[in-house]
């Protein structure tokens, strides 16, 4: 059994879907990394202001963030226990998470965390830069893809479900822009790692890509 488990991959690839599931499955942790740049995005926008780096670096500074798996559900609070766990799934943070990300004072702070959660081990991790940067000695990596009018529809059916008045054109276009904004900045970009394992999900079904994690996480 893999001890330590890297998920990498773009927006709508379906990471946090299957990822959970897997983990449940073979009684992981799992570890939502993009909820955390979440929190620092929600808290930001908290200040009603003009979303500037300065601002999100002020923002980010003075701020406690917490995840807690409970029962499948990666719960996120900020500060003194504040939950944030469904504030932070709305098209204005995705508006402005990868701009969040691109700053490195941001990332340092949040990776040094995500390290020391995965200090206790049986843990599979999500984010984007997870198996080349935050765990570069996992035991398993995988680089979960797919394709772009796939990775659109599946956010669009996501946010609509959840009552969003949302049109798939824009969501297209806005998941392009934080792909090519994550995959171009300086630090930490998304890239799959040398040693990871490529899964293009575009044609798979929820089912078969969490079997096939929980057989990859299986594997000697
Ligand atoms: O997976 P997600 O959509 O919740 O991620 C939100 C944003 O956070 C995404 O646009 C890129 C960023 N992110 C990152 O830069 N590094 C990670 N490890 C996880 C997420």
């Known amino acids: 059994m893999k001890n330590v488990i890297a998920i990498d991959g773009p927006a709508g690839a379906g990471k946090s879907t299957t990822a959970k599931l897997a983990a449940q499955k073979i009684g992981y942790t799992y570890i939502d990394t993009g909820a955390m740049y979440r929190a620092v995005a ?6 009603k202001k003009p979303v500037t780096d ?3 670096l002020a923002t980010v500074k003075d701020m406690t963030i917490n995840l807690r798996y409970d029962n499948g559900v ?18 204005a943070i995705n508006e402005i998470v990868s701009q969040v990300a691109r700053l490195k004072d941001v990332r340092d702070k949040l990776v040094t965390l995500q390290r020391e959660m995965a200090k206790r081990g049986k843990v599979l991790m999500d984010g984007r830069d997870i198996g080349t940067n935050v765990l570069p000695d996992a035991d398993l990596k995988i680089f979960l893809t797919a394709g772009i009018d796939e990775r659109a529809k599946r956010r669009y059916n996501e946010l609509t479900a959840k009552g969003h ?10 998941i392009t822009n934080r792909d090519k ?31 096939k994690i929980v057989e990859l996480a299986e594997g000697e």
């Open 165 to 174: 008045n949302v049109d798939l054109a824009e969501i297209k276009a806005s």
């Open 42 to 47: 929600w808290k930001t926008l908290q200040a």
């Open 181 to 211: 904004i994550d995959s171009e900045r300086a630090v930490a970009p998304l890239k799959q790692a040398d040693d990871a394992i490529l899964l293009d999900t575009t044609a798979m079904s929820i089912d078969e890509v969490v079997d």
């Open 74 to 91: 990666t719960r996120v609070f900020v500060d003194v226990d504040k939950e944030i766990t469904n504030e932070i799934r709305t098209p």
């Open 54 to 56: 300065e601002l999100i």
